[in-house]
């Protein structure tokens, strides 16, 4: 048996999110601060990046599979799910 189609507006969570806001007004969006060429520039509140750190000659001999340069901090998993985190001085650990 055929249902017949549902005409006007749909109602619930989805349909909301669909037609926007209430009234019809558009939504607010922080502005970006430019510099003089037009680039964005950092929020003065935002955290420092995590700087990049090349990976220890005895971690590397440790895990081979590390890359020679990494992110302070980030994981990487290698063979087996061992999952290592290279700190700021560039030592992996488990």
């Keep these: 048996m055929v249902k017949p189609h549902r005409q006007g507006p749909r109602s619930g969570r ?15 969006r922080p502005t970006l601060q430019l510099n003089e060429e037009g680039i964005p520039v950092a929020i003065p509140d935002a955290p ?4 990049v750190v090349f990976v220890s000659a005895e971690s590397l001999a440790r895990y081979p599979w590390l890359p020679p340069r990494v992110i302070a901090g980030s ?6 799910h ?13």
Excluded at 14 to 21: D, I, K, T
Excluded at 75 to 80: M, S
Excluded at 82 to 94: K, N
Aim: net charge positive; charged share 30%.
């Design 14 to 28: 989805r349909g909301q999110r669909r037609q926007g806001s209430p009234g019809g007004e558009p939504r607010a």
């Design 48 to 51: 420092r990046p995590s700087p």
């Design 75 to 80: 994981i990487w998993r290698g063979p087996g």
């Design 82 to 94: 061992l999952r290592v985190r290279v700190d700021e001085t560039g030592t992996a650990a488990p």
